[in-house]
């Protein structure tokens, strides 16, 4: 009896290591995330979050990438909360997590999470000429946009600790030209991949 409960007890205490060291994983290191809507089109297919049945493409996101100070780069596909006016707080951090939100059975708003590509660093001078993107002068070479863009938006010089970001169906995306540069504590990791 006494060696029942011994084994018993390792293999919990091995299972609790197991959960404990994945939900940090997936809290602060690697997560993955499902693409919502058509605005990273061609690069990644969203799902419809009006269709049940739909799905779209999965990608795996380091969170790491920025967590130690790497600043985000041009053409870096990342997933940023929008919510720019709201302090990101730890509980934040930890409802990203699907394990998470599986043991507290949440309800999470993954609408709050947009993957899109940056275009601007901090002090970056994004114009709109002709159809296209200029940064610091120069048009934007960019083969990875789904068409022309056909609506204008603001000049604007991209403020410190803030990035500048699209989505690459540029007509079909909310994005910096919606609600402003992104501070980079809202940039939440760099997509390493897509499934």
């Known amino acids: 009896m006494t060696r029942v409960v011994s084994e018993v007890i390792s293999w919990s205490k091995a299972l609790l290591f197991a959960i404990t060291l994945s939900i940090i994983l997936s809290v602060f290191v690697i997560q993955p995330f499902s693409v919502m809507g ?7 297919d969203g799902k419809d ?28 596909i990342v997933i940023i909360d929008s919510r720019i006016s709201e302090k990101r707080t730890i509980e934040d951090s930890l409802l990203e997590s699907p394990i998470v939100r599986k043991v507290l059975n949440s309800n999470y708003n993954e609408t709050n999470y947009w993957i ?51 989505g690459d169906n540029r007509n079909g995306s909310h994005d910096s030209r919606n609600i402003g540069p992104i501070p980079t504590e809202n940039v939440l990791g760099k997509v390493l991949f897509k499934y």
Do not use: C, Q
Request: aromatic residues 10%.
């Open 38 to 44: 058509s605005s990273m089109e061609p690069t990644l």
């Open 49 to 76: 979050p009006n269709e049940a049945n739909e799905s779209g493409d999965r990608v795996m996101v380091l969170k790491t990438s920025y967590a130690f100070g790497e600043e985000p780069k041009y053409n870096d």
């Open 116 to 166: 899109k590509r940056v275009i601007g660093e901090p002090g970056d001078l994004l114009e709109y000429i002709d159809g296209k993107v200029h940064r610091n002068g120069k048009a934007l070479e960019e083969d990875y946009i789904k068409e022309g863009m056909l609506f204008p938006f603001d000049t604007i010089v991209v403020p410190k600790n803030h990035v500048f970001v699209m």
